[in-house]
């Protein structure tokens, strides 16, 4: 395994343990609140739909569809090395949105990353140290 030379979160047991465990599973952990069922990221302990503080952890399909994306042409520490890459919003299939790099594009050729808006794309994961694994996603459609 290479070096992962950029920053490696450091799991919170009181928030988003489940999360960073599924990563490590290679499965996608969301909480939804159990108040008004729906699911939410980033992890929280309160829903940000309902301010319920009953959170449960479900398994994620891991697909989503590419909502937008910008070209990052300036970056610090070990993404400066892959600069320019692209950040992404994937919109889940269970229905909240999130922010990721997104792999499998160039990002020197934006209106080709403009035709798959909508795209499907899937989770993957790259182990970051023994405890971390970092997901990422890639346009697959």
């Known amino acids: 395994m290479p070096d992962y030379n950029k920053p490696i979160p450091i799991p919170d047991p009181f928030v988003n343990k489940p ?5 490590k599973e290679g499965k996608l952990k969301l909480p939804r609140c159990t108040a008004c069922s729906r699911v939410h990221f980033y992890p929280r302990i309160v829903c940000p ?3 319920s503080r009953s959170i449960e952890w479900i398994e994620a399909t891991g697909e989503g569809y590419l909502h937008t994306f910008a070209v990052q042409h300036r ?4 993404w400066a090395e892959e600069a320019p890459f692209v950040t992404a919003y994937i919109d889940l299939r ?3 949105r999130i922010f990721t790099v997104l792999r499998g594009v160039d990002p020197t050729q934006p209106e080709e990353i403009m035709k798959k808006i909508g795209a499907l794309c899937r989770i993957e994961f790259e ?3 023994d405890d971390v694994t970092i997901p990422y996603w890639r346009v697959v459609g």
């Open 19 to 23: 999360y960073w465990d599924g990563a």
């Open 75 to 78: 970056a610090a520490g070990g």
């Open 94 to 96: 269970e229905g909240d």
């Open 127 to 129: 182990k970051a140290n």
């Open 49 to 51: 739909n309902c301010g």
